[in-house]
């Protein structure tokens, strides 16, 4: 039972790592090894021949690809991201003074997101079929067919121009007072939450309704426990592995959100960062986000998965 | 997708069942006739004020040069229809393919397919695209590329397990015995039997795929100017944000109306039978 786990959890992790590593190599590979010659870029078309390869052999381009993808891999191990071929800087100096930001955008959401989704979940799968159950399945089927700039821009347009309670674009600047945070993080704080809430609401309502179809929770009905006691005490502790992995999965909605949120409203954090690095083609800068951002994703989905395992009264109790 | 149809009156399933699928015929007709049935030169910058509201003579008001948006959201209908088709046309097509090669052939390739797509899904799809456009640049072939790989591994195991159970039943194994080919076997046995659960699947990565690609031209780093395409648009006119300018959610509310119904189609014609697979 426990050694069962384990040994479920361990082949979880090493499978995680391999993908990891597989995800490295996609990275490496989509980055280097196929033409768009980095040096010609940067220098312009106007550029000799020998200010190019000047270049070029400044930036390592002239070693074989095996070679770099090995030293680039070890590099990646020991923290070592290159320096950004736009203004030379670390890469790792350029992420660190961002990414508290980032981590800082998603908590708050986290924060917000996971009570309001998992209520609206439990609330819709116990009042299945119901005027309200519809309501919220039609706006979460919406929001997520939906692109994430549909939603800030509406937010946008109702909070910051219609009601205006909000200033419409977000400067981090100086945070003085409780109210400086709501006027920084109303709004992109508010378009994440709608874009996770949604998968995760569904998610929730779909793990609690598989448990409350159950043989048990219709036998508790049967034996006339009211419909609090059946959801508190009889559903709700078993759909518990569930709803982690829908909140831990759905939490990963965060990271493609987070690219839209903080272009549009102008947010220092790394998404943005990574999104002007892609548009000035600054390599390294784009291979470190790409592996962050594809590290965070593998460890909530991991976490999800994780979730699951644990949850499993079969495994549990052998 | 979602059953939400299913529970809804019948009456309301029946209204979905036209008003959707026509906005799809009609978002496709406006990209066939692109800028050719548009009021004005969607290029031409009209004798009217930036971001303009919405008007008599300028339906969805103007954007940041002045021109008029029902005219440039319709000529951006065709890059953002067109493209999204090709890409996931291509990702159906293929993942079909493979799909239906791994559960006709089994062992060895099927074991092989399924790691390698599986690994490539472990990469969320903008982080992917944001890569692609960092080493290549942004070209419509690089994008419509792209977003087929992208959306190939999610086709490839939908396929995989409605074929897996289609090529267990007797009349495969008869096939077989009958000493047809493989590719027969994929073509004229299994592929037939699941039509549906395809068509529906093909709706659904349409919408990821448009979705993506409205996400990336949004960034300006997919569809390039002078062309745009829907995510464009709303990009090139979020400065009229403040001001509650038409032009900024004009756009987004036709990707979302795009979307919307593709999905809603989906649902009124396959959610039923998608799961017994038989056409």
Known sequence: MTAAIGRLLLTRFLLSLATLIFVASAVFAITNLLPGDVAQELLGQAATPEAVAGLRTALGLDVPPLQRYIAWLGNLVTGNLGNSLVNGQPVTALIGSRIGNSLLLAAITALVAVPIAIGLGITAAVWRGSLYDRLVGAATVLVVSVPEFLVASTAVLIFAVHLQWVPALSQLGRITGLADVVRVFALPVMTLTFVVVAQMARMTRAALVDVLSSSYVEMARLKGAGPIRIVVWHALPNAIGPIANAVAFSLSFLLGGVIIVETIFSYPGIAKLMVDGVATRDLPLVQACAMLFCGAYLVLVTAADVAAILANPRLRKG | ?279
């Open chain 2, 1 to 279: 997708m979602t059953t939400a149809t299913a529970t809804r009156p019948r009456r309301r399933l029946r209204l979905v069942r036209y008003v959707a699928p026509l906005i799809v015929v009609g978002w496709i007709a406006v990209a066939l006739g692109g800028a050719a049935i548009a009021p004005y030169d969607p290029a031409a910058i009209q004798d009217a004020d930036l971001f303009e509201g919405m008007s008599r003579a300028y339906w969805l008001g103007t954007d940041f040069f002045g021109r008029d948006m029902l005219s440039r959201i319709m000529a951006g209908a065709r890059q953002t229809v067109g493209i999204a088709l090709v890409a996931t046309l291509l990702a159906v097509g293929t993942g079909l393919l493979l799909g239906l090669a791994a559960s006709a052939i089994g062992g060895i390739v099927d074991a092989v397919l399924s790691r390698m797509l599986d690994a490539l899904i472990s990469i969320p799809s903008k982080l992917f695209g944001l890569v692609v456009v960092a080493a290549f640049g942004s070209s419509v072939p690089v994008l419509i590329l792209t977003m087929a790989i992208i959306y190939v591994p999610g086709c490839y195991r939908m396929v995989r397990s409605v074929a897996v159970n289609v090529a267990a039943l007797d009349f495969v194994i008869a096939a077989r015995a009958r000493g047809e080919g493989t590719f027969y076997i994929m073509i004229r046995e299994i592929l037939p039997n699941m039509v549906s659960p395809v068509l529906a699947d093909f709706g659904l990565r349409f919408i990821y795929v448009v979705l993506l690609l409205s996400s990336l031209s949004f960034l300006g780093l997919g569809v390039q100017p002078p062309a745009a395409d829907w995510g464009s648009l709303v990009r090139e006119n979020i400065g009229g944000l403040p001001q509650g300018a038409p032009a900024v959610v004009m756009p987004a509310f036709a990707i979302a109306s795009l979307t919307i119904a593709v999905n809603l189609t989906i649902d009124a014609f396959f959610s039923g039978r998608s799961r017994d697979g038989v056409h």
